[in-house]
């Protein structure tokens, strides 16, 4: 891969380093494989003789090696290639640098459980909270800000109160407590409208080892709290603890968070279980 500023003038290394990364990261979504680069290679100067551009100064910069290796064998079939997408590549890498601050923290959390050995409760963990942050980031959910007749009656007739029956010095503190506040969605909710938006081919592939989908999500609700506050388990009797299931799910979810961030490039997903 060779990067270089559109007019050929120095630039701040800074800048090609952190595109190279959003790229490799690109390309980690994409394959769903831990990837690394051990050095980079850049021009530091150059002098034009004859009207030939010849570098003065090459530099290198090394960059740590993941200590998760994976050889990528050229000949298997990946999901996806660049071939595939390359009459739509540019669209596709402008979604990905335009929406490089909302999916960044997803991203790197995705990357790093692609190179890193975590536990697995870690792990699953992990893949619930990030799709907690893509919902709180790309996805909309109405707001009932409006109190029904009853509660607005009963709520003017406590501020009746306070004005009439509460000393001056203290209406503004219980008169703020009676301020309506719209309540934000929870985790069970967020994950149902994250399961309900797939697509119903996709949705039928990757739920088809989960026929209750609302018990899943208590399973999901009840294993990020108790990995989160440390309680006692028996306070979580629908935590997941069993091994397999947690590989299970955490390959779902991860899938399941490929699928949107796929939407949010404006690529087609297509799930293939391998």
Known sequence: MKLKSEKLEARNFDEFYKTSVKFKEFIEILSNIPLSFTDIEFLVDYKI???KRLSLIRGKYFVQHARKYKAWNKFTHQE???RKIESNFDNILNHWFDKSEELEFIVREFSKNL????????????AIRNLEVYSRNFMNFKKSENLSDGEQKAREALLDFIKTSILQEFR???????KFKAKRPVLAERLKKLFDSIDESNKVKLF??????ELLIKKLVET????T???SKHKYPLMISDFNEMYETKLLLQE???????????MKYVYENS
């Open 208 to 213: 088809s080892k989960y026929s209750d989908r």
């Open 172 to 178: 503004k503190k219980f008169e703020n407590k009676l």
């Open 49 to 51: 003789i004859e009207e």
């Open 256 to 266: 399941i968070l490929r699928f949107y961030i796929y939407k949010e490039l404006d």
């Open 229 to 231: 506050h440390g309680d």
């Open 115 to 126: 190179h890193g050995d975590l536990y697995l409760e870690d792990q699953l963990v992990d």
């Open 80 to 82: 996806i290639s660049l």
């Open 224 to 227: 990020r709290n108790y990995h």
